[in-house]
C-alpha cells in the first residue's frame, strides 16, 4: 500500500484549523470531504498531513525540526502526486486537484517566511509562491465551472456593510492610497500611468472587501480571499515590474502588505507582514522610502 490511512499516523489532523468556520459550515469541507477525498486522491492525503504536521509544529516549538522534517517529507509526496495528474485535468478530478493546488500554497505560508523570498518577488529569481499562484490560476481558468460546484459549489454571501467601528480605520487607508496615487501619477510617464493606477484602484477595492469581511468574520484567515485576490488579478506585467523591483511598484506593494497583519491572527500567516515589508524596505531605493512610512508604521505597531 502505498500511502498510510489516517488511524496509522502519528501526527493528529489539524486541517480543520484552517478556517476558524470549518466545524460550523454545513458543506464541512476541510472537516469532512477533504480527509474522505484522501484515501482514494494520494495527494490530498499527503498534503493533509503536511499541514497538519506545520501545525503541530507551530503548537510545539520544542518539537519544532521534528514536525518540519515530517511535513517536508508529505508535502515531497504530495507534489508528486499532483504533478502525475495535472496533464489529465478533467470532470472526475479538477475539485481534487484544485484543492490540493490550494492547500499547498497554505502550506508555503504555514512553512514560515523564509529569507530572501517574499511573495510575489524574490532576492533569486522568480518568486516560489508566486509560481505556486499562477498554478491555481491555471487550474482554475481552465475548469472553473467544473470546480466550482457541488460540495465547492460558490454561494452568494451576504454584503456587509463596513462596521462603525471600522470606517475610521477604512477612510486613512483610502487616503494613503489617494497620495500614493497622485505621487504616481506625476511620477510616471504617460504610456504606464493606467498599469500602475489599475493596481492602485484594484488594491482600493481589496481594501473595501478586506473591511467588509472584517466587518463579517473578524481577523485572520477568512481574509485570505480579500487578501490575495488582489495579487491573484495583477496583470503579467505589473508582475514584472515587482519581479523586477521597480521602485512604484514596490511602494504599491507596500500598501498591500499592510493586508497581511490583519491574518496574524492565524498561525499560517504569523510573521509574513514584518518579513515583506522587510523585503521591499531593503528593496526599494532610499529616495522613496518615505512613501512606504505608513505601511511600515501600521506593521510595526501590529
Same mark, same amino acid.
Given at each position: 500500500?502505498? !500511502?498510510?490511512?489516517?488511524?496509522?499516523?502519528?501526527?493528529?489532523?489539524?486541517?480543520?484549523?484552517?478556517?476558524?468556520?470549518?466545524?460550523?459550515?454545513?458543506?464541512?469541507?476541510?472537516?469532512?470531504?477533504? =480527509?474522505?477525498?484522501?484515501?482514494?486522491?494520494?495527494?490530498?492525503?499527503?498534503?493533509?498531513?503536511?499541514?497538519? &504536521?506545520?501545525?503541530? &509544529?507551530?503548537?510545539?516549538?520544542?518539537?519544532?525540526?521534528?514536525?518540519?522534517?515530517?511535513?517536508?517529507?508529505?508535502?515531497?509526496?504530495?507534489?508528486?502526486?499532483?504533478?502525475? %495528474? *495535472?496533464?489529465?485535468?478533467?470532470?472526475?478530478?479538477?475539485?481534487?486537484?484544485?484543492?490540493? &493546488?490550494?492547500?499547498?500554497?497554505?502550506?508555503?505560508?504555514?512553512?514560515?517566511?523564509? =529569507?530572501?523570498?517574499?511573495?510575489?518577488?524574490?532576492?533569486?529569481?522568480?518568486?516560489?509562491?508566486?509560481?505556486?499562484?499562477?498554478?491555481?490560476?491555471?487550474?482554475?481558468?481552465?475548469?472553473?465551472?467544473?470546480?466550482?460546484?457541488?460540495?465547492?459549489?460558490?454561494?452568494?454571501?451576504?454584503?456587509?456593510?463596513?462596521?462603525?467601528? *471600522?470606517?475610521?480605520?477604512?477612510?486613512?487607508?483610502?487616503?494613503?492610497?489617494?497620495?500614493?496615487?497622485? !505621487?504616481?501619477?506625476?511620477?510616471? =510617464?504617460?504610456?504606464?500611468?493606467?498599469?500602475?493606477?489599475? &493596481?492602485?484602484?484594484? *488594491?482600493?477595492?481589496?481594501?473595501?472587501?478586506?473591511?467588509?469581511?472584517?466587518?463579517?468574520?473578524?481577523?485572520? %484567515?477568512?481574509?485570505? =480571499?480579500?487578501?490575495?485576490?488582489? %495579487?491573484?488579478?495583477?496583470?503579467?506585467?505589473?508582475?514584472?515590474?515587482?519581479?523586477?523591483?521597480?521602485?512604484?511598484?514596490?511602494?504599491?506593494?507596500?500598501?498591500?502588505?499592510?493586508?497581511?497583519?490583519?491574518?496574524?491572527?492565524?498561525?499560517?500567516?504569523?510573521?509574513?507582514?514584518?518579513?515583506?515589508?522587510?523585503?521591499?524596505?531593503?528593496?526599494?531605493?532610499?529616495?522613496?522610502?518615505?512613501?512606504?512610512?505608513?505601511?511600515?508604521?501600521?506593521?510595526?505597531?501590529?
Amino acid at each position: 500500500m502505498w !500511502f498510510q490511512p489516517p488511524s496509522q499516523i502519528q501526527e493528529e489532523s489539524n486541517v480543520t484549523s484552517l478556517h476558524p468556520t470549518a466545524q460550523n459550515d454545513k458543506k464541512q469541507v476541510w472537516q469532512v470531504h477533504v =480527509p474522505r477525498y484522501g484515501f482514494s486522491f494520494p495527494s490530498l492525503h499527503f498534503l493533509t498531513l503536511a499541514i497538519s &504536521a506545520l501545525h503541530l &509544529a507551530y503548537k510545539h516549538p520544542e518539537l519544532r525540526e521534528e514536525y518540519l522534517i515530517k511535513a517536508d517529507s508529505h508535502f515531497t509526496f504530495g507534489i508528486q502526486s499532483v504533478n502525475n %495528474i *495535472l496533464s489529465n485535468l478533467n470532470s472526475d478530478n479538477c475539485q481534487m486537484i484544485y484543492l490540493s &493546488a490550494a492547500l499547498i500554497c497554505l502550506i508555503y505560508f504555514a512553512r514560515g517566511p523564509r =529569507p530572501g523570498e517574499y511573495l510575489v518577488f524574490s532576492e533569486t529569481g522568480k518568486s516560489e509562491w508566486l509560481v505556486l499562484m499562477r498554478g491555481v490560476r491555471y487550474i482554475v481558468r481552465s475548469s472553473r465551472e467544473m470546480i466550482f460546484t457541488g460540495i465547492l459549489a460558490v454561494d452568494d454571501d451576504e454584503v456587509h456593510d463596513i462596521s462603525p467601528s *471600522l470606517e475610521e480605520e477604512y477612510l486613512q487607508q483610502r487616503n494613503h492610497l489617494q497620495g500614493i496615487r497622485r !505621487f504616481i501619477d506625476m511620477q510616471v =510617464p504617460n504610456s504606464e500611468k493606467e498599469l500602475y493606477t489599475s &493596481a492602485i484602484d484594484s *488594491l482600493m477595492g481589496s481594501f473595501e472587501e478586506l473591511n467588509r469581511s472584517r466587518t463579517a468574520n473578524g481577523d485572520g %484567515i477568512t481574509l485570505l =480571499p480579500a487578501v490575495i485576490g488582489w %495579487i491573484y488579478r495583477l496583470s503579467e506585467t505589473f508582475v514584472g515590474r515587482l519581479e523586477d523591483k521597480g521602485s512604484f511598484a514596490l511602494i504599491i506593494l507596500a500598501h498591500w502588505s499592510v493586508m497581511l497583519k490583519y491574518m496574524t491572527p492565524s498561525w499560517l500567516m504569523v510573521g509574513w507582514d514584518r518579513h515583506v515589508i522587510s523585503g521591499i524596505r531593503s528593496s526599494l531605493e532610499e529616495e522613496y522610502h518615505q512613501w512606504i512610512e505608513w505601511p511600515v508604521q501600521m506593521i510595526e505597531r501590529s
